[in-house]
């Protein structure tokens, strides 16, 4: 397996528009964690699914930002309308039961 | 609540000796895993190391020992031999098996090893 996969890789967009971050977990993965990471805030979990169902959306900033797992191999993080504190390195990991295994991260930057 | 916690921020160790890293954790479900992440200036999130909160043996992988004292809820991670490779940042995290299985980490203690 290639591991989990995010793209892009690196985003940078204008300050209200939309961004979509996207991820791959490893097939056979039962967990999908979102992620948010910056050095004020350090690692924070924005969203979970089990089962492409999501558990807990509690970490999740603001009505701005959405997700979504339409099938167990792929999932998708929204900001619309983006802003500038909302520029972080994302990560996407996914899990058995047991240890998460991370994608390399996307990293946001609105201007 | 969840809580995990990193009281060091940066730590020093000279090249060859063995170094802990502090983690402590906070729950009321009596099954939960604590893991040990590296994350190198590189970004990627690299897993070292587990422990289940039903382990009788503290775990180890290699140079990677987790000193677990369930009573203390403390979970720390003992490098032996460092190495010049080991600098990074390094996270410990908890996840809660009767709760969903959310995982989440503590603020992650920078090491830097000296030659």
């Known amino acids: 397996d290639a591991g989990v996969i995010q793209s892009p890789r690196h985003e940078v967009t204008e300050m209200g528009q939309e961004v979509t971050l996207r991820c791959k977990p490893i097939?056979?993965?039962?967990?999908l964690f979102w992620y948010r990471q910056t050095m004020m805030r350090g690692l924070e979990l924005l969203i979970y699914?089990?089962?492409?169902?999501?558990?807990?959306d509690s970490g999740m900033p603001e009505d701005r930002f959405s997700a979504k797992m339409p099938n167990a191999s792929f999932s998708t993080l929204k900001i619309q309308p983006s802003e500038p504190r909302d520029s972080a390195v994302y990560f996407c990991?996914?899990?058995?039961?047991?240890?998460?295994?991370f994608g390399q991260g996307t990293r946001l930057t609105v201007v | 609540a969840q809580k995990i916690t990193q009281t060091q921020p940066g730590m020093f160790v000279q090249e060859k000796e063995a170094v802990t890293l502090d983690c402590t954790y906070d729950?009321?479900?009596?099954?939960?895993?604590l893991f040990w992440y590296k994350q190198p200036s590189s970004g990627e999130m690299i897993f070292l190391i587990y422990?289940?909160?039903?382990?009788?043996q503290n775990a180890t992988e290699g140079r990677y020992s987790l000193n677990f004292q369930k009573a203390r809820k403390s979970a720390n991670l003992v490098i032996s031999a460092s190495q010049l490779g080991d600098s990074a940042m390094y996270f410990c995290?908890?996840?809660?098996?009767?709760?969903?299985?959310?995982?989440?980490f503590g603020q992650g203690t920078e090491l830097s090893v000296k030659p």
């Open positions: 699914f089990n089962n492409n169902v999501p558990i807990d």
């Open positions: 995290a908890m996840r809660e098996h009767n709760q969903g299985g959310k995982l989440i």
């Open positions: 422990q289940g909160s039903y382990d009788q």
């Open positions: 729950t009321s479900d009596p099954s939960y895993g």
């Open positions: 990991a996914s899990s058995p039961d047991r240890e998460a295994f």
């Open positions: 097939s056979g993965h039962d967990y």
